[in-house]
Nanobody, 115 residues
Framework: QVQLVESGGGLVQPGGSLRLSCTTS????????MGWYRQAPGNQRDMVAG???????NYADSVKGRFTISRDNAKNTVYLQMNSLKPEDTAVYYC?????????WGQGTQVTVSS
C-alpha cells in the first residue's frame, strides 16, 4: 500500500510561482510512474505532468514551458515547479503514483491563482 501526501499549494498572483511536492510512504517495492493531475470545479480530472522512474517526462499542452516535473527516486518524491501561473491554473492538484499496475492518489492540494 502506498500513501501520497501533497504540499505546497496556496494562493498566488497571476505570473507568480509555486512548487508542489508529493511524498510517498508505506510498504511498496518500486514506484514506476509519478504524476500530477488537476481538477477545477465542474471539470474532470486531467493530467498535468508525468515522469517515469527513468526520468522521461510528459506534459499537458497547456502547461508546457511553464511547469517542470522532477523526482527524487531515493526519496520517492515528485515535485512540480509551476511558473508564470494563470488564473486558469486554479484547481485542486493531485499526485498520482503507480507501483506496477496499481495506481494511488493523494488527497490533493488547492492552488488558487488570483489577484
Amino acid at each position: 500500500q502506498v500513501q501520497l501526501v501533497e504540499s505546497g499549494g496556496g494562493l498566488v498572483q497571476p505570473g507568480g510561482s509555486l512548487r508542489l511536492s508529493c511524498t510517498t510512504s508505506g510498504r511498496f517495492f518500486r514506484i514506476n510512474y509519478m504524476g500530477w493531475y488537476r481538477q477545477a470545479p465542474g471539470n474532470q480530472r486531467d493530467m498535468v505532468a508525468g515522469i517515469t522512474s527513468g526520468g522521461t517526462t510528459n506534459y499537458a499542452d497547456s502547461v508546457k514551458g511553464r511547469f517542470t516535473i522532477s523526482r527524487d527516486n531515493a526519496k520517492n518524491t515528485v515535485y512540480l515547479q509551476m511558473n508564470s501561473l494563470k488564473p486558469e491554473d486554479t484547481a485542486v492538484y493531485y499526485c498520482r503514483a503507480y507501483e506496477g499496475i496499481n495506481g494511488y492518489w493523494g488527497q490533493g492540494t488547492q492552488v488558487t491563482v488570483s489577484s
